[in-house]
Every structure is written in C-alpha cells, then in structure tokens.
C-alpha cells in the first residue's frame, strides 16, 4: 500500500467536515453540490461543482481535478450518494483525497441519515477505501481517527461534529 501522508487525511477530514456542514440542513430531494478542497503551496481553495444532475457535477469535478492536478500538492473531493448495506441502501458521503506522491486517490466513505429523515446524523465509523479494498485494524483505525481530527479542524462544523455523531 502507498503510503498516505496524514496532511492528505486532515484534508480529506476537511472537506468531509464541510460536505457535512452542507448537508446538515437540506431539505427532502436536494443533494449536496459536490465540492473539492485544493490545495497548493499550503494554501487551500473551495470548489464547487454544480450541473444539471449529481452524476454530470461529479463527473465534471473528476475532470476538473484531473486536469488540474499536476498543479496541485493535494485535492479532496467530496460528493453525496448510497451505499448497498445489509438488505438496504444508506445514505453517506465519499471523500476522494490524493498527493503528490500517491497513484491513486484513498477514499473515505461516512455514513449518515438526512435531515429530512426527522434528524440529520453522522453514522458510525468512516470506511477507509484504498485501491478498491476496505481497510481494517489498526492501520483503519488510525486513519479514521486522523480523519476526525481534520473534520474538528473545521471552523464550523468541527465544533457541531459530536452533537452530530452517533457511533453506530
């Protein structure tokens, strides 16, 4: 496995911070507009990928970023969507993050329940996702809490993260 530097995850952590804070309050039918978080030379930068549907904005972010990648130091994509679990689908949020030194961007994916649902809520443990294969132990658990650690970096959300979490 590459190695994933943690300034990547504290980024990735960022932007799942802010996706998070997006979506905290959205009405029944409306998704997050997927967002990136650059950056360069220590500096970070918001973008945000809006379209017609959440399939052409995604797609147009991964564009976007491909193209401007050999510019960048890192980048973290978030975007909304759901994941097959048990006999259902969930809500979660996925958060592609890559740097300079890596082939391919690590994912991080989180579970979470709408606030149309009666209570917006983050679900459980982030699933840390590289080259298609789920993590787990210890190597998980350490990039899991250094994702936390940038979402509490967040200037709004972080403070708003435990009210928000529910462990399971």
Same mark, same amino acid.
């Given at each position: 496995?590459?190695?994933?530097?943690?300034?990547?995850?504290?980024?990735?952590?960022?932007?799942? =911070?802010?996706?998070?804070?997006?979506?905290?309050?959205?009405?029944?039918? !409306?998704?997050?507009?997927?967002?990136?978080?650059?950056?360069?030379? $220590?500096?970070?930068?918001?973008?945000?990928?809006?379209?017609?549907?959440?399939?052409?904005?995604?797609?147009?972010?991964? =564009?976007?970023? =491909?193209?401007?990648?050999?510019? #960048?130091?890192?980048?973290?994509?978030?975007? !909304?969507?759901?994941?097959?679990? $048990?006999?259902?689908?969930?809500?979660?949020?996925?958060?592609?993050?890559?740097?300079? !030194?890596?082939?391919?961007?690590?994912?991080?994916?989180?579970?979470?329940?709408?606030?149309?649902?009666?209570?917006?809520?983050?679900? $459980?443990?982030? #699933? =840390?996702?590289?080259?298609?294969?789920?993590?787990?132990?210890?190597?998980?658990?350490?990039?899991?809490?250094?994702?936390? !650690?940038?979402?509490?970096?967040?200037?709004?959300?972080?403070?708003?993260?435990?009210?928000?979490?529910?462990?399971?």
């Amino acid at each position: 496995m590459a190695v994933i530097p943690d300034s990547l995850v504290l980024l990735a952590g960022f932007a799942l =911070a802010h996706a998070v804070w997006s979506v905290s309050d959205l009405p029944r039918g !409306e998704l997050l507009v997927p967002l990136a978080v650059v950056e360069k030379d $220590g500096r970070r930068q918001l973008l945000r990928f809006e379209a017609r549907t959440q399939e052409e904005a995604i797609a147009q972010a991964k =564009a976007a970023l =491909a193209q401007r990648q050999p510019e #960048l130091d890192a980048w973290a994509l978030a975007r !909304e969507g759901v994941m097959s679990k $048990g006999t259902g689908k969930v809500d979660v949020l996925s958060v592609d993050a890559w740097a300079k !030194e890596m082939g391919q961007p690590i994912t991080f994916v989180q579970e979470f329940s709408p606030y149309s649902s009666g209570a917006f809520r983050v679900r $459980g443990d982030a #699933l =840390a996702i590289v080259d298609g294969r789920t993590l787990a132990g210890a190597e998980a658990a350490r990039l899991v809490e250094k994702l936390y !650690e940038g979402v509490r970096q967040h200037p709004k959300a972080g403070q708003l993260w435990p009210g928000w979490r529910i462990k399971r």
